[in-house]
C-alpha cells in the first residue's frame, strides 16, 4: 500500500470529524457573516503560522513547503478584510501543534493541509457567494492555488508515493497526519 493510500485510510474518519467542526460547516452555509469568516481565518492562521515557522527553519524541510507555504494567503485575506499588521502579528497562536521534526512528521502535516486546498475550491465558490469576497481580495487561501490546485495535490501525492513504504517516513507522516487532523480540529474549537 502506497503512502497516500496509507494516510487516506488512516486518516478518513478523521477528515469527516473536521468537516463536522461548527466552524469548518460555517464556511459552507449562506448565514455565514463577515465577522465569522474572519475569526476562521484567525483560527487558520494561529495553527499554521506557528508550523510553517517550525517547517522553515528546518533545512531539507524547509525545501518541501518553499512553494507550499500559506501563512502569507492567510495574512494577505486577513489584511485585505481590515485587520491591521499589528493585530494579525498579535493573533493568539496554538501551543499544541503537531511534531514537525523530520520529514515524515512534515509530510504528514502537508498532507493535511494540502488536502484541504481541494475542499478550498468548493469553499471558494460558496465565500465569493455569500460574502461577496474574491480571491484576489479576501479568499487566497481557500483559493490556494486556483485552477493548479489539482495538479498541485497531485504533485505532492507522487512525492508521496517515491518513497520507500516500508521506511520510517511512513509511519512519522501516518502519526503527524492524525496528530495535526485532532489538534487543528481542537483548536477550531476553542474560542
Same mark, same amino acid.
Given at each position: 500500500? *502506497?503512502?497516500?493510500?496509507? =494516510?487516506?485510510?488512516?486518516?478518513? #474518519?478523521?477528515?469527516?470529524?473536521?468537516?463536522?467542526?461548527?466552524?469548518?460547516?460555517?464556511?459552507?452555509?449562506?448565514?455565514?457573516?463577515?465577522?465569522?469568516?474572519?475569526?476562521?481565518?484567525?483560527? @487558520?492562521?494561529?495553527?499554521?503560522?506557528?508550523?510553517?515557522?517550525?517547517?522553515?527553519?528546518?533545512?531539507?524541510?524547509?525545501?518541501?513547503?518553499?512553494?507550499?507555504?500559506?501563512?502569507?494567503?492567510?495574512?494577505? &485575506?486577513?489584511?485585505?478584510?481590515?485587520?491591521?499588521?499589528?493585530?494579525? #502579528?498579535?493573533?493568539?497562536?496554538?501551543?499544541?501543534?503537531?511534531? =514537525?521534526?523530520?520529514?515524515?512528521?512534515? +509530510?504528514?502535516? +502537508?498532507?493535511?493541509?494540502?488536502?484541504?486546498? =481541494?475542499?478550498?475550491?468548493?469553499?471558494?465558490? @460558496?465565500?465569493? $457567494?455569500?460574502?461577496?469576497?474574491?480571491?484576489?481580495?479576501?479568499?487566497?487561501?481557500?483559493?490556494?492555488?486556483?485552477?493548479?490546485?489539482?495538479?498541485?495535490?497531485? *504533485? @505532492?501525492? &507522487? *512525492?508521496? &508515493?517515491?518513497? $520507500?513504504?516500508?521506511? #520510517?517516513?511512513? *509511519? &512519522?507522516?501516518?502519526?503527524?497526519?492524525?496528530?495535526? @487532523?485532532?489538534?487543528?480540529?481542537?483548536?477550531?474549537?476553542?474560542?
Amino acid at each position: 500500500m *502506497t503512502i497516500h493510500s496509507s =494516510l487516506k485510510l488512516a486518516t478518513h #474518519s478523521l477528515h469527516r470529524k473536521i468537516e463536522k467542526n461548527p466552524l469548518i460547516k460555517k464556511l459552507t452555509s449562506k448565514q455565514i457573516q463577515l465577522s465569522e469568516y474572519i475569526l476562521l481565518l484567525k483560527k @487558520f492562521y494561529g495553527f499554521i503560522a506557528p508550523c510553517e515557522a517550525i517547517i522553515t527553519r528546518q533545512p531539507e524541510s524547509g525545501r518541501i513547503i518553499s512553494t507550499r507555504n500559506k501563512t502569507p494567503l492567510l495574512y494577505n &485575506d486577513l489584511i485585505t478584510l481590515g485587520l491591521t499588521s499589528k493585530e494579525v #502579528s498579535q493573533i493568539p497562536v496554538c501551543q499544541n501543534l503537531p511534531e =514537525l521534526l523530520n520529514r515524515g512528521n512534515v +509530510l504528514g502535516y +502537508l498532507y493535511v493541509i494540502e488536502g484541504s486546498t =481541494l475542499g478550498g475550491q468548493i469553499i471558494t465558490r @460558496f465565500i465569493q $457567494d455569500n460574502l461577496s469576497l474574491t480571491p484576489e481580495v479576501g479568499i487566497r487561501y481557500f483559493h490556494g492555488y486556483g485552477k493548479e490546485t489539482r495538479w498541485k495535490w497531485q *504533485t @505532492f501525492c &507522487d *512525492t508521496l &508515493d517515491m518513497i $520507500d513504504e516500508n521506511s #520510517s517516513v511512513k *509511519t &512519522d507522516a501516518i502519526t503527524t497526519a492524525i496528530a495535526t @487532523f485532532n489538534l487543528l480540529n481542537q483548536w477550531l474549537g476553542s474560542h
